[in-house]
Each structure stands twice: as C-alpha cells, then as structure tokens.
C-alpha cells in the first residue's frame, strides 16, 4: 500500500544549490571510491541500478540478417550492419565514430565512454549518452580529474553518465514515472535543483533526444548537447553524479548518510520542506521512520518508493506502508483475493483484485461492496485494452495535431509528447463512447454512470501511476472501477 504526497510548482521560488568545482571533486571521489563494477560494462551497470524500471526502447526490426533498423514512432533511426566486415557500413557513421574517438583522445583515448561495448557502431542510446557527455562540458573534464590516476576513472566516470543517461530516458513518456533508485535520485534533483527546475530538465532532454536520434554527424550532436548544457547548467550536472555517486552500491541504512554527506544539503533540505517535503515528514513521522528534522530529507531519499509527473507539472511522491509492501487486504466477494495498492489521505484507497480489476473505494466503503462479478465492467476493459492497441498518430485531430506541431516549433518535445498521450486518451474514450452508446456518459465527474440503479460507477484513464492517483484525488467520495489502458 503506498502513501501519496503531491508537491507543486511555482509555490515558492526555487533555485539550484551551488556546488562549487573543489567540494564536488572532493565528494565525488569520496562517494565512488568504493563502487565496484565488476566484470559489468558501464552501460551493463547502469541498467543494473535502474532495474525494475520501463525504459522507452527503441524497436527492433531485422532485415533478412544483415542490418538492424532502430525504430522510433514508425521511422527507421538507423541501420546498423549485422557483419562488422560489411562493405556497407555509411560512411557518415564511420565519420561520427571517428570524431567520437578524436573526442576521447583528451580523456584517456579509445572508447573513453565504453559505447562500443555492446557493438561497434553508435546506436540511439549511445548517441544520447555521448549527447549527454557533451553537454556537461568541463564538469566531466573535473569529475576524471577528481578520480586520479589511484581508481578506474574512465569506467566509473562511464558508469555515472550511463546511469544519468539512463534514468533521463525514463522521462520520454508522457506522464513519467521512476521507482526505487531512480526514486531516490528524482527527490535528490527535486532537493537540489527545484521542482521548476527539475521539468525544465524534462523539457531540455526531451529535446535533446529527438535531436540525437535524428543526428548522424557529431558536431549535431555536439549541439545538441550544448542546447542542452543551457537548461542543465553546472550545479545541475554536478548534482546529477553525486546523486548518482551516493545511491550506487549502497544499503538503504547507507545511503541516508550518504545523502547527508553531499555538498549544500541543508540548503537542499530547506527547499525541499519550502516545497512540499515538510508533507513526507510528517508521514514519515507517523510511521516512525523519520529522526531529526534536518533528516528529512535523508530519510526521504529512502522511503519515497514512487516519484510521478504530472501533465499539470506537479510530482507525486508515493512512501511504502508501514509493512514497507503492499497491504494485503484479504479476499472480496467472488473469491477474488484483493491488495490495497494506494490509501489517499482522506481515507478512501485503491485496491486491485486478482483478476487484475482496480476499484476505488471512497471513505466508508468495504470490499464488501465490490460486487463478486461486473460483466459491464469487464466488457468496457477489454474494449480499452483493444482500442489502445488500434490508436495512431494519424488518428489526431486537426487542432491536436496543430497543437502538438506548436510545441515542438518551440522547443517544447516533453509538452509535445505529453499532448500526444492526452490525444490518445481521449480517442480511446471517444471509441468506447460510440461503441457503448446506451450508457449515461457524462461531461463532469465520472465517466460513466452506473446503469440500472446500480451503486458502483466506471472511470475511463490511462493507467500510468499519477493518473490513477490524481483520479483518486479528484472524486475521493465516488465509488467507481478504474478502466485503463
């Protein structure tokens, strides 16, 4: 069962806290001195952190054994050789590689960001990431100075990019959302640099990404990465792999202290209760979990299981229960057996059912009143399941479309992308309109109102972890099943 905390922008006046270049050098070999990679590549290690996250892949499509095409929203990004010997190799990507390794030459010479571990060509992700190193400009040049010639810079130096590279990706979904680490290392950002700062970061990496893979030369992604570098800033980057640095390879009793250790972290935790924290400790108080007031954030750092964005800009931070899982419930009516999965703080919760069913139960509701079988409910489900399949960019209407057009003129890919989500979400529900006409559909409130008198209503939404909990929020005293998609 998890807890909600929603923190909003533009309450206060944020700003990223000031890390200057000697006490990041020194933290940074301090907190990495004793991270192992093992026999993992950089990018292997990387993933390994942020395991148990959804990344946005690219799709794969073999042709007839000699190329792999990347593919991004229906274009092919590139075609890699399957034969490392192919005389078909472009030579725009033996120029990038090329530059890439003249690039490298300053910092160690060869793979010096180890991209060719997984083949010998630059791909979508590897292009992102050498993005991403670009645009930290001198603070990557610190942080390989800062290691010495005592560790392996060039690995561990490799790893922190991978992993920031990788957690960044997560933000290229409409409504993102990190979980455990990558939890962790969102409300490092959200203390550090600010709420406003942290969604102009979306918006900077969004852009990023749809300029890398689109690119085929490296002074393209060279500038990308300096665009980037504006949004991001030097406090921002270095804030970035100490987060990076504390949260590796570390035990949940280790990281608070470890947290507590890095550079501007009392005016971190400040900003942090200015913004909303104060909520998270007052929860995590009840619980027991929470020491001193200026641990709060520490501790924070550890509880909050769940960071998830919203459309309108606001994160949700979700805590485990006291039990640190999800609260058994016990069975309902039918036999079905039922986990509480989210209790908002005016008592009404979220429960899933075993076969897969979510209910919201307001204040005074039991499992009781989850009726043992709903084959309205199951129809409308398994209608939304098909139709989400069936959605196209080409089904957007004319001003969606404009809409989604403008933002990406302005530089706005996150806003774009999350418009693109909306679009879906409501073509997914236009179709079920027409295909179950007969029932009471409704302008305000719940979607659809129950027919026949009966005491329980249905709610069509995307399934992402802020949608369910933001429809949680809104009609906290209606007794409705979440149909998702």
């Not at 060869?110 to 993005?131: K, N, S, V």
């Not at 409300?187 to 900077?204: K, P, Q, Y």
Request: proline content about 4%; some cysteine.
């Amino acid at each position: 069962m998890y807890e909600v905390v929603v923190l909003e922008p533009g309450h206060v006046t944020t700003r990223p806290v000031s890390i200057g270049r000697t006490e990041f050098q020194r933290s940074f070999q301090r907190l990495v001195r004793e991270v192992q990679v093992g026999k993992k590549t950089p990018q292997e290690a990387a993933r390994e952190l942020l395991k148990g996250q959804v990344e946005q892949q690219v799709e794969w499509q073999q042709l007839e054994g000699v190329w792999l095409a990347e593919v991004h929203k229906d274009r092919v990004l590139t075609l890699v050789p399957q034969d490392e010997n192919s005389r078909l190799i472009p030579e725009a990507d033996e120029a990038l590689r090329s530059r890439y390794v003249q690039w490298c030459a300053r910092r160690g010479g060869g793979d010096c960001l180890h991209l060719f571990d997984d083949g010998p060509y630059l791909r979508t992700d590897d292009r992102r990431t050498l993005a991403l190193a670009l645009s930290f400009g001198s603070v990557l040049d610190e942080t390989l100075e800062a290691l010495g010639r005592e560790l392996n810079p060039r690995v561990l130096v490799a790893t922190c990019l991978w992993t920031v590279s990788l957690y960044l990706a997560l933000w290229l979904v409409p409504e993102p959302t990190t979980k455990a680490l990558a939890a962790g290392l969102s409300v490092i950002l959200v203390a550090w640099l600010g709420v406003d700062t942290v969604w102009g970061l979306m918006d900077g990496w969004a852009r990023l990404a749809t300029q890398a893979h689109q690119a085929t030369t490296f002074d393209e992604l060279r500038e990308a990465g300096e665009q980037f570098a504006k949004v991001l800033g030097k406090d921002a980057a270095r804030t970035m792999l100490l987060a990076v640095g504390a949260l590796t390879g570390r035990t949940l009793g280790e990281i608070a202290a470890r947290v507590r250790s890095m550079p501007g972290y009392s005016a971190a935790g400040a900003q942090w209760e200015a913004q909303g924290g104060a909520a998270v400790l007052g929860s995590l108080q009840v619980r027991g979990m929470a020491g001193a007031r200026e641990d709060a954030l520490a501790v924070a750092v550890e509880a909050v299981e769940i960071v998830a964005a919203a459309p309108e800009g606001a994160l949700a931070m979700a805590m485990l229960s006291h039990n640190g899982s999800a609260s058994a419930a016990g069975p309902a009516p039918g036999g079905n057996f039922v986990t509480t999965v989210l209790r908002h703080r005016g008592g009404n919760q979220q429960v899933v059912l075993g076969n897969g069913q979510r209910w919201h139960l307001p204040r005074g509701r039991s499992l009781k009143d989850i009726p043992a079988e709903d084959p309205l409910g199951d129809e409308l489900q398994a209608a939304a399941n098909q139709l989400a399949k069936q959605w196209r960019p080409s089904d957007l209407t004319r001003d969606e479309k404009a809409a989604i057009d403008e933002a990406l003129a302005a530089g706005n890919h996150f806003q774009a992308s999350r418009l693109e989500g909306q679009a879906r979400g409501r073509w997914v529900e236009k179709q079920l309109k027409k295909m179950f006409e007969h029932l009471k559909w409704n302008h305000r409130g719940v979607d659809v109102t129950g027919p026949a008198g009966q005491e329980y209503h249905y709610e069509v939404l995307a399934g992402s972890a802020d949608n369910f909990g933001r429809h949680g929020r809104r009609m906290y005293d209606v007794f409705f099943r979440m149909i998702f998609f």
